[in-house]
């Protein structure tokens, strides 16, 4: 079957560094994608990745293992602001998105 | 402002009425999407069209209904809304279809099925 695997819940201190991580299993791949989301709100576009590698943008990079299935998104100088769900999906040979149930990272001052 | 709208904010609704969430772009995006959210699960596929006058299942499609009569309109019709139907439904689209293309979101519709 397919799937994706985040942790629920992070915790990290404003300024600080916080990785996050997502495995994944699906029928086919055509690359993953990372997506913010603020409680309420809907979901925001922050990566895509589809070869091996980082990719960084600004405070944000988002790794990818195809051999392993794996992804990270690394945030760095932390903010209140970052205070999110952080929805990891993977797109399969049928170019559907699977979702991972999200990480939920709080910030502390 | 470019981007989706989607109606009503939030609706409760009684068990085994008919409802219709709205969803409209202004993108000319080629994809839309019907999304729920909830609790302690990923968003989870209900249906899609890949362009105007197609539509597909996706994962979860058993209770809905969608029609794309044009390029803008993407309306999903729950035709006798039960209470496991109670979630966040997001409507989302993207430029291209069938293609690792990036999907944007709408606001989202809050339903509650009593």
């Known amino acids: 079957g397919q799937n994706i695997d985040q942790p629920t819940e992070m915790t990290a201190t404003e300024g600080a560094i916080v990785q996050i991580n997502c495995t994944y299993q699906?029928?086919?791949?055509?690359?993953l994608f990372w997506y913010q989301q603020h409680a309420g709100e809907a979901p925001t576009f922050l990566s895509y990745n589809v070869l091996d590698g980082l990719e960084e943008k600004g405070r944000f990079s988002s790794f990818l293992s195809r051999s392993k299935g794996y992804s990270y998104l690394l945030l760095k100088e932390l903010q209140m602001k970052d205070s999110a769900s952080y929805l990891c999906a993977a797109m399969d040979s049928n170019y559907q998105l699977i979702w991972g149930a999200g990480t939920k990272l709080i910030i502390k001052p | 402002i470019a981007g989706i709208t989607q109606a009503p904010t939030s609706q409760i609704l009684a068990a085994g009425r008919r409802m219709t969430l709205r969803c409209t772009q202004d993108m000319r995006h080629n994809a839309m999407y019907w999304y729920r959210q909830d609790l302690g699960l990923g968003l989870r596929l209900i249906h899609y069209s890949n362009t105007a006058g197609t539509t597909g299942k996706g994962e979860v499609p058993d209770g809905y209904s969608v029609s794309r009569a044009n390029t803008d309109d993407f309306p999903l019709t729950l035709a006798s809304a039960v209470p496991s139907q109670t979630s966040v439904y997001f409507c989302?689209?993207?430029?291209?279809?069938?293609?690792?293309?990036?999907?944007?979101f709408g606001p989202g519709t809050r339903l509650t099925v009593l």
């Open positions: 699906t029928s086919g791949f055509n690359g």
């Open positions: 989302a689209s993207s430029r291209l279809a069938a293609s690792p293309d990036t999907q944007y």
